[in-house]
């Protein structure tokens, strides 16, 4: 017992965690959340297919009722393109191109908020509301949440570019910052994190993940709510 | 420090401040975009659409109060990750975001444990009311909302009942870790499922819900705006659980110290590990549900009015597609907790381990095939239910090696009765009639008479009681003394034991005949007067049995408050790694990070150490 | 202890030949006495059916639990730790002869209950609601009744007599009766016990069951589905009575629902009532 743990050690000794750690985590992390956004629209999926396929009072879609396939390509177009342009960050931060990187993850953030903005027109110029019928439903709901889910990523991304500005100056991999400078929180004496552009890559390995997962849910949501 | 400072800080008394601020703020931000526009009822102050936004105004506000926005803020500004947040010392870090894993373990066993009693207390006012056949002690309404809080309560705390408290205490010492993967959204899982806590019980000022704790639609669609507080309940339940699950999952791949191998790991790992699979899966179909529902109450979607283009249907498939994985989630937590013990009192390795894994990851994956089967005679694809009742029937074969496991794992063994052994075996009792009075209702024609009555209640008060919250009590004798340093009083465990264990039984085995030979369909408010003596019967050993209750919270709080006597660090003999620590464990957990060298199940096998100093060579048996 | 302990393959006998006698006798008792007070009883064919398959899966369930039974009390009587200090068990940790004997068992009797029940529900749907397309259709004349659930209570139709609506239920003896279940309002559930019939009742849709009555008699009908506020009191009787007293019966319902027969929807399989004042 006495070789495992004394009572009342060093509390600092947790926080020498190699970046390495976070990397991981947060590619499970990526991963699983990938899995539960899956299922997550899996439900709105089958919410229309079988919304359709009963079409319950003859109602599943009024005459009037056709969301406009112009809006709904140009808002998918918005959301694959930032996450292409932040795959491709990616690779530049890999390579130490730091600056490059920084720029593409910034047009990315630009581009998913034009998506977000479009996305509300959208809905402004729609010609049917929430209540006409089975479609209208699953259109409303559905472009709702996928807003919420890419409004929620984006934040994410502008954490990520925002950490990257904050430490420009210093060179990767011998960034050593004051104790509780990284959690904003003076109170603090311990380090909190020894390098944070290392973990800013770390991070950004699963937030490209998953960004271009759920760029492949909005072309599911064109697809289904658009095209057929 | 002061108590002005002390109370202004990130804490619960903060939190609750701001949340009943956010509450307003979301009440009259409705007020002031929608105006009374959607005000269908003249004779109501309000609309959904405030009540729902006071809802979201009130958990954010909860959320800010704790201080779970510090760091998304700070983040936001450009500082990098990091681990932890402020840490307090004492009693107030249980009072605010605490981010090491310990503490919230008792978090959650506190928190859960008092909604445990507040469902529990429901249960009892159900019995009174069917205490006589026709004699309203309650109000019609008034006994539906007693019904569906005690369900929904029941369903949706006890599903982190064991993942809550035990998980996240022991799966990092388990796995040889000093924290979870990720702390604060373990953090964030406890006081969301607090905050979901406060709003289903708020359901009472808003006229409360008739739906029980399915929510079936369209009786939904239709209800008082109370049923809003079970949907955001639940959908806040989907979205902790969800977490938790996430949560679990990367820390048990990705943290494990050197050594572990995954045929080490501990069974209750596995049991966690497949549970949380299910989580994740699972739970984010019951918040796109219902969201779906709270669409069809708020902006007048019509996902499921079927006159309107919609359909009941719809609601009932996802729900189930979720409510079936959900039961799992409930019961596998406590096949993990019974495999894990057995072998501690037994003094005898884990018989079949790679069986008994097999068999959490079976029913694991089997369980999301099978949702049809509470759909049997609702008319929907009647040409399915062959292969739902198939594959209803198939986890019985998965349940059933686990039941072997533990058979043989008792088999010449030294069994030693303590508290937590007795809970465990009376598992396999009450698993056992539990499980098989499922096969009559996973068999369709059987199940013309058991669907929908007190039968198939009394099937799943045996697995679900019997299963879940007997391991829950197995767990809170077993590891408490760890958490807490304090041991439990063994004559009053073993008293309460007893009490529990027989009066269990009287209850719930008297409604199966209730249900089979009686006719009596669930949720009703009223009997045949012939039943009389049976629902009698059945309430005097339920209120009795809430009484072998708080006989275990005397036991709780007597032992851990008033006695105090300090608890060996080793009490029970057992060779898993969280024996060899102090209790309680330290803030750390270990010094210097374990190399594990064999599985904890080395009874018997000479006295090779399952861990070894951190240098040495892995794997070293 | 006076009687030296026995040898493993003793313990396992012991066990074995102790759980097949206990399991032997329970289960014929259970195969013999079974039927006779196993629910839903003798009122129809489907009825009967369903005690067949009640009685098999007790039979089934029985040597299960008396097995086990038997293991439980052995080894917890018999493998008890005595003496004060702790001692250790033999380290088994597996035994292929138990496993598979095992995995060979409860697959077996798995797939013999499923496809025994498959059987029994193919025959005649075994009184279920099989939703507007039924898969199992018994053949010959059948006498449609329609059931009408809403808040609170159930109302029954018969298309055959000129769509006479009436609170009562009533059907003829030994005859096939295709029973149309549908909702105005929330999901119901038409469970008639003694007749072995439930099918939900949703609304829009015409959810069918089949069963074939019996001799005269009396039977509950109750809402198996929470359908709101008084669902505990939306129950009522039904009769099942010769066919000459039913022709008799519907003369007189529909002399007596004469005035208000016009007012009636048209008979259908469905009803759409106006959309329902929602919350909001």
């Known amino acids: ?228 | 420090m002061s108590v002005a400072r002390r109370l202004v800080g990130f804490n619960l008394f903060t939190a609750c401040v701001l949340g009943v601020g956010g509450w307003y703020a979301g009440w009259f931000s409705a007020h002031a975009v929608v105006g009374p526009s959607l005000d269908y009822f003249a004779d109501v102050d309000f609309n959904e659409l405030s009540l729902v936004l006071g809802y979201i105004g009130g958990v954010l506000g909860f959320l800010i109060g704790l201080g779970f926005f510090n760091y998304p803020l700070a983040r936001l500004r450009g500082y990098p990750p990091s681990l932890r947040e402020k840490e307090q010392g004492g009693i107030g870090r249980y009072f605010s975001l605490c981010t090491d894993h310990k503490v919230v373990g008792i978090q959650y066993l506190v928190g859960i444990g008092l909604f445990f009693f507040i469902g529990g207390l429901n249960a009892m006012l159900i019995r009174t009311e069917l205490l006589r056949p026709d004699h309203q002690v309650w109000p019609a309404g008034t006994y539906l909302t007693i019904v569906g809080i005690h369900g929904t309560m029941m369903m949706g705390m006890m599903t982190s009942g064991i993942l809550g408290p035990f998980a996240n205490y022991l799966i990092p010492i388990l796995i040889g870790a000093r924290r979870m993967a990720f702390p604060r959204i373990e953090a964030l899982t406890f006081w969301l499922l607090m905050a979901a806590g406060v709003i289903l019980e708020t359901t009472i000022f808003f006229g409360g819900f008739p739906t029980g704790w399915t929510g079936y639609q369209p009786l939904g669609t239709e209800a008082n705006p109370g049923i809003d507080c079970y949907y955001l309940f639940f959908a806040l339940v989907g979205i902790s659980m969800t977490l938790l699950g996430l949560n679990m999952i990367a820390t048990i791949v990705t943290m494990r110290a050197p050594g572990l191998t995954w045929s080490r790991l501990p069974i209750f790992v596995w049991g966690v590990l497949s549970t949380a699979a299910l989580m994740v899966l699972a739970a984010p179909v019951l918040i796109a549900t219902l969201s779906m529902a709270l669409m069809d109450r708020v902006v007048q979607t019509n996902f499921f009015v079927a006159a309107q283009g919609g359909s009941a249907y719809l609601y009932e498939n996802l729900f189930w597609v979720f409510g079936h994985p959900e039961v799992y989630v409930l019961a596998l937590p406590g096949f993990a907790i019974v495999l894990e013990i057995l072998p501690v009192f037994a003094r005898k390795p884990l018989w079949g381990y790679r069986l008994a894994v097999g068999g959490l990851l079976g029913v694991t994956l089997l369980s999301f095939f099978v949702w049809q089967h509470h759909l049997f005679f609702s008319g929907i694809n009647a040409d399915l239910r062959p292969f739902f009742m198939l594959s209803t029937e198939l986890i019985s074969i998965p349940t059933g090696l686990t039941f072997l496991c533990g058979m043989m794992t008792l088999w010449r063994g030294q069994i030693r009765y303590s508290v937590p052994m007795l809970f465990c075996l009376a598992w396999f009792f009450n698993f056992l009639i539990g499980g098989l009075s499922g096969v009559f209702l996973s068999d369709t024609p059987s199940d013309t008479t058991t669907h929908g009555s007190f039968f198939s209640m009394a099937h799943f008060h045996y697995t679900i009681m019997g299963g879940l919250v007997f391991t829950f009590f197995a767990g809170i004798y077993y590891w408490v003394p760890k958490m807490t340093g304090f041991q439990l009083n063994e004559r009053l465990g073993k008293i309460h034991f007893w009490t529990m264990f027989v009066f269990f039984n009287l209850t719930f085995f008297p409604l199966f005949i209730a249900g089979f030979q009686g006719g009596m369909p669930r949720r009703v408010v009223t009997y045949p007067h012939g039943l009389q003596f049976l629902n009698d019967w059945v309430s005097v050993s339920a209120f009795l049995l809430g009484g072998s209750m708080l006989l275990f919270l005397y036991n709780f709080v007597k032992s851990l408050v008033f006695d105090r006597i300090p608890s060996p660090a080793d009490p029970w003999g057992s060779k898993s790694i969280e024996w060899q620590l102090p209790s309680p464990v330290p803030v750390q957990n270990f010094d210097r990070i374990p190399v594990f060298s064999s599985d904890p199940y080395g009874y018997g096998e000479g006295g090779r150490p399952v861990v070894v100093p951190a240098g040495a060579p892995a794997g070293m048996n | 202890m006076a009687t030296p302990a026995p040898k493993r393959a003793e313990h396992g006998k012991r066990v074995i030949v102790g759980g097949i006698v206990l399991s032997v006798v329970a289960t014929v008792l259970v195969a013999v006495f079974g039927g006779r007070f196993l629910p839903p009883g003798n009122g129809s064919v489907q009825a009967s059916g369903q005690v067949l398959d009640n009685t098999v899966m007790l039979a089934i369930v029985t040597p299960v639990i008396a097995g086990l039974l038997v293991f439980f009390i052995y080894v917890l009587s018999q493998f008890r730790h005595r003496g004060g200090a702790l001692v250790d068990g033999p380290p088994l940790r597996d035994d292929s002869r138990v496993r598979v004997w095992w995995i060979v068992v409860t697959s077996v009797t798995v797939l013999f209950l499923a496809g025994f029940g498959t059987f029994e529900l193919l025959q005649n749907g075994s009184g279920g609601g099989q939703g507007p397309d039924p898969i199992a259709v018994p053949a010959g004349t059948k006498l449609p009744v329609q059931v009408i659930a809403q808040q609170w209570q159930f109302t029954y139709r018969y298309p055959t007599y000129g769509g006479l609506e009436t609170p009562q239920l009533v059907l003829p003896a030994n005859t096939y009766i295709e029973l149309h279940v549908t909702s105005l309002d929330a999901i119901h559930s038409f469970w008639a016990i003694e007749l072995g019939v439930k099918a939900d009742a949703n609304p829009g849709v015409d959810n069918v069951a089949f069963v074939k009555t019996k001799g005269p008699r009396t039977f509950h009908v109750r809402c198996a589905e929470l359908c709101g506020l008084w669902h505990g009191y939306m129950f009522n009787n039904g009769r099942v009575v010769p066919e000459a007293q039913f022709t008799a019966w519907v003369k007189s319902q529909q002399s007596d629902f004469a005035p208000i027969a016009k007012y009636l929807p048209k008979y259908s399989t469905t009803y759409y009532p106006d959309p329902q004042r929602r919350a909001g």
């Open chain 1, 1 to 228: 017992m006495t070789e495992l743990a004394q009572p009342g050690a060093d509390y600092s000794i947790v926080e020498t965690e190699e970046p390495e750690v976070l990397s991981r985590n947060l590619f499970a992390a990526g991963q699983l959340l990938a899995g539960a956004t899956a299922f997550f629209f899996l439900s709105f999926l089958f919410a229309y297919f079988y919304l359709r396929s009963l079409n319950n009072a003859g109602l599943w879609k009024p005459k009037h009722v056709d969301a406009s396939v112009t809006w709904g390509t140009i808002v998918m177009a918005c959301i694959v393109a930032s996450a292409m342009l932040l795959r491709f960050g990616r690779i530049d931060h890999a390579a130490g191109r730091r600056e490059a990187f920084r720029l593409k993850a910034l047009v990315a953030l630009l581009l998913g908020l034009a998506a977000l903005v479009l996305q509300v027109l959208a809905w402004h110029e729609a010609s049917f509301g929430p209540t006409d019928g089975g479609f209208a439903s699953v259109y409303f709901g559905w472009t709702a949440f996928l807003f919420l889910f890419v409004f929620c990523t984006l934040f994410w991304l502008e954490t990520v570019l925002a950490t990257s500005w904050r430490y420009r100056n210093d060179p990767m991999g011998a960034a050593v910052v004051a104790p509780g400078h990284a959690s904003g929180d003076p109170s603090r004496t311990a380090h909190d994190i020894r390098n944070p552009v290392e973990l800013n890559r770390a991070s950004l390995g699963a937030l490209s993940f998953y960004w271009t997962f759920l760029a492949g849910i909005a072309v599911l949501t064109w697809i289904v709510l658009y095209l057929i």
